[in-house]
T-cell receptor, first 111, second 116 residues
Framework: KQEVTQIPAALSVPEGENLVLNCSFT??????LQWFRQDPGKGLTSLLL?????REQTSGRLNASLDKSSGRSTLYIAASQPGDSATYLC??????????FGKGTRLSVIA | EAGVAQSPRYKIIEKRQSVAFWCNPI?????LYWYQQILGQGPKLLIQ????????DSQLPKDRFSAERLKGVDSTLKIQPAKLEDSAVYLC??????????????FGNGTRLTVT
């Protein structure tokens, strides 16, 4: 059974810092890994999707990497801004299994 | 493009009552999902539809939860009777390409259910 763990559970950084969020998963037989952002009281917004054959994806100040063999992914946020404050969720898609989510990392960027 | 629409936004009911949630996916999206998100947890899949057929309902508590997607577009999720532990946010999501595992999911804003 796939399990997804996100560390840390919460993170507070000053504006302008670069930061890394971590995600680990137990079953390396995945089709893709997705990073989502969730603002309070809102649904999830897809940030990046990395297919199993890819090593990384970039969108603006965000870069996500995938190491299937070690069961790990990282989300790198460059030059953080207060508007980046949200909960970031990692989710993995297996073969015949549904998308499995971690519990998320709650990020606060302090101006 | 209009996003995934859900209603109501909030619902408060007493235990043993029934409740229904509605979802309208993005136009043209064949796959529709209902997720349950308990406070402090990641979303958990309840049911997945492809067009109007059920693909996965293995985590749906079928003694009290039911869902349908008539005509392969809108969907409703019902709970009857509700329990205290059903208090959660119910999220609907849709994705474009049937049979593809690499379509990103688009989520609605969810319905926050409180059972007292």
């Amino acid at each position: 059974k796939q399990e997804v763990t996100q560390i840390p559970a919460a993170l507070s950084v000053p504006e302008g810092e670069n930061l890394v969020l971590n995600c680990s998963f137990t079953d390396s037989a995945i089709y893709n890994l997705q990073w989502f952002r969730q603002d309070p009281g809102k649904g999830l917004t897809s940030l990046l999707l990395i297919q199993s054959s890819q090593r990384e994806q970039t969108s603006g100040r965000l870069n996500a990497s995938l190491d299937k063999s070690s069961g790990r992914s990282t989300l790198y946020i460059a030059a953080s801004q207060p508007g980046d404050s949200a909960t970031y969720l990692c989710a993995v898609k297996g073969g015949n299994t549904p998308l499995v989510f971690g519990k998320g990392t709650r990020l606060s960027v302090i101006a | 493009e209009a996003g995934v629409a859900q209603s109501p936004r909030y619902k408060i009911i007493e235990k043993r009552q029934s409740v229904a949630f509605w979802c309208n996916p993005i136009s043209g999206h064949a796959t529709l999902y209902w997720y349950q998100q308990i406070l402090g947890q990641g979303p958990k899949l309840l049911i997945q539809f492809q067009n109007n057929g059920v693909v996965d309902d293995s985590q749906l508590p079928k003694d009290r939860f039911s869902a349908e997607r008539l005509k392969g577009v809108d969907s409703t999720l019902k709970i009857q009777p509700a329990k205290l532990e059903d208090s959660a946010v119910y999220l609907c999501a849709s994705s474009l390409t049937p049979g593809s595992d690499n379509s990103p999911l688009h989520f609605g804003n969810g319905t926050r259910l409180t059972v007292t």
